[in-house]
């Protein structure tokens, strides 16, 4: 990645994660289910956190509560020198677009959209001039190896391809922390190792804090930190 793609890294403060007591409840009907329950967690700038734990443990609830894609039921949460605790919908709205880059398994792009327009989408709701949000989209996707790609649509994309292209979203507003839920889910090994390495390379060259919840031991060899859930809770 060229260094007018990606800015110098955020102060510490845009790229650290502290969780008090952070607690999930889904309410379905009279039942309640936990999400997660309890969890302490303190991520210091520029960590690459994998996140285990088996099926139902919490791992996508706490991606979804760091993300702002979701509210806590009980707890302090504080990610990117934000507080999440109680936030507005604004705050949630402006925490997102600015703070994190998300990266999921199904990739969730939009198909009408061409690779291009995915990848600018952030900067343009951010409110960024189109033609600087095109230099810098096309800078990533050049980096994420997609330059000849640029106007094709995902539907005409390969799985490895699209989660590129759910990177250089990730990426558009030069966020500190990634958080990346079962990236590699749908993808064959070869594909998968590639998203890694560039997760990797967002920790380790560009000082991104980037916490990938995971199935599989790809990462591993990468983490600095391990957390693993489980029923929802630490587990020791
Ligand atoms: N929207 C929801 N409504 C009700 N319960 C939910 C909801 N989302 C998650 N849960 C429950 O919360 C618990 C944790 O789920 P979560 O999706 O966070 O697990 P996970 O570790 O990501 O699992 P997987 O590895 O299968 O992705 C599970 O019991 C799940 O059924
Ligand atoms: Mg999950």
Redesign the pocket.
């Given at each position: 990645m060229q260094t007018t793609t990606t800015s110098a890294a955020p102060p510490d403060s845009e790229r650290s994660i502290q969780a008090r007591d952070l607690t999930r409840i889904?309410r379905?009907g009279s039942v309640s289910?936990?999400?997660?329950e309890g969890v302490n967690l303190s991520v210091p700038a520029g960590q690459m956190v994998v996140l285990k734990?088996?099926?139902?443990?919490?791992?996508?609830?706490?991606l979804?509560l760091l993300a702002g894609l979701d509210r806590l039921t009980h707890g302090a949460l504080t990610v990117a020198g934000r507080d999440l605790s109680a936030p507005s919908d604004t705050e949630l709205t402006t925490f997102r677009r600015h703070a994190v880059g998300m990266v999921f398994q199904a990739f969730n792009l939009l198909p009408t959209l061409t690779v291009l327009e995915n990848a600018c989408l952030p900067a343009l709701l951010a409110g960024a001039n189109p033609d600087t949000a095109h230099t810098k989209a096309s800078d990533l996707l050049s980096w994420l190896g997609l330059n000849d790609r640029l106007d094709h649509r995902p539907s005409q994309l390969s799985g490895g391809e699209m989660q590129r292209t759910a990177i250089a979203r990730a990426l558009i507003n030069d966020p500190g922390i990634i958080l990346a839920?079962?990236p590699t889910g749908n993808l064959d090994s070869h594909n998968a190792r590639k998203v890694i390495a560039l997760l990797a390379d967002l920790n380790r060259e560009f000082d991104r804090t980037v916490v990938v919840?995971t199935?599989s031991d790809l990462v591993d060899p990468f983490a600095t930190m391990v957390l693993a859930?489980q029923d929802?809770r630490v587990a020791s």
């Open positions: 889904y379905v289910v936990t999400g997660i734990g088996e099926s139902g443990s919490g791992k996508s609830t706490l979804s839920d079962e919840a199935h859930l929802g």
